[in-house]
């Protein structure tokens, strides 16, 4: 079945600095969507990608649907103390129900 | 707006006994999921609703667990007996509708449970 991979796994960065995580998967996916989950909290939306190569920013957040419609990636600028989560990407299969499909995610912690 | 209410936020129970959470989406959401998410691992689909109707149980343990939701509103998972590899938080999510251009699904605060 469809499956997401996410690297790095983890990582350890200054405050300041820019941070660059990657999803991929082995299936195309119509939608691919950035999560973010703070501990205790479900995962809150960050970002959509409805169209392949489409590049889209939220503030200090930036992600692109690959060409191929099998990988993201989410780059988040300056990063500051409140960045420190999991980032979850997920992929929505079309189907009659479309079915969204979650990666194994990326924590990040951030240095002050 | 109100958002994903859960209940309850934590469970500890013996293996072999039984639990039951409750979820209430999203007033007029059509769509509700429930998704376990192990320690350190993604949130994996266990069931979804579109409406009353359940449209993909797949990866549901059905020896075990069940769902159901009545009224196309708020919704109960049960675990019925559980077992130590259940110890997971559940996340309800739901979203307004399906088809294109979606995906956004708001989840509410989870459900963790121990199981001993």
């Known amino acids: 079945g469809q499956q997401l991979n996410q690297s790095p796994q983890s990582m350890f960065i200054q405050e300041g600095e820019d941070v660059s995580m990657n999803c991929t998967s082995s299936?195309?996916?119509?939608?691919w969507l950035w999560y973010k989950q703070d501990p205790g909290e479900g995962p809150v939306l960050l970002i959509a990608?409805?169209?392949?190569?489409e590049l889209t920013s939220n503030g200090r957040l930036t992600a692109q649907f690959g060409i191929t419609r099998k990988d993201s990636f989410l780059n988040i600028s300056a990063s500051i103390p409140s960045d420190v989560g999991i980032y979850f990407c997920?992929?929505?299969?079309?189907?009659?129900?479309?079915?969204?499909?979650f990666g194994p995610g990326t924590s990040l912690s951030v240095i002050p | 707006e109100a958002g994903v209410a859960q209940s309850p936020r934590y469970k500890i129970i013996e293996k072999r006994q039984s639990v039951a959470f409750w979820c209430n989406p999203i007033?007029?959401?059509?769509?509700l999921y429930w998704y376990q998410q192990i320690l350190g691992q993604g949130p994996k689909l266990l069931i979804q609703?579109?409406?009353?109707?359940?449209?993909?149980d797949s990866q549901l343990p059905k020896d075990r667990f069940s769902a159901e939701r009545l009224k196309g509103v708020d919704s109960t998972l049960k675990i019925q007996p559980a077992k130590l590899e259940d110890s997971a938080v559940y996340l309800c999510?739901?979203?307004?509708?399906?088809?294109?251009?979606?995906?956004?699904?708001?989840f509410g605060e989870g459900s963790r449970l121990t199981v001993l």
């Open positions: 990608l409805y169209k392949a190569g």
């Open positions: 999510a739901s979203s307004l509708r399906p088809g294109p251009n979606t995906g956004e699904l708001f």
């Open positions: 299936s195309i996916f119509n939608t």
């Open positions: 997920a992929g929505q299969v079309k189907t009659s129900y479309d079915k969204v499909i």
């Open positions: 007033s007029g959401h059509a769509t």
């Open positions: 609703f579109q409406n009353n109707g359940v449209v993909d």
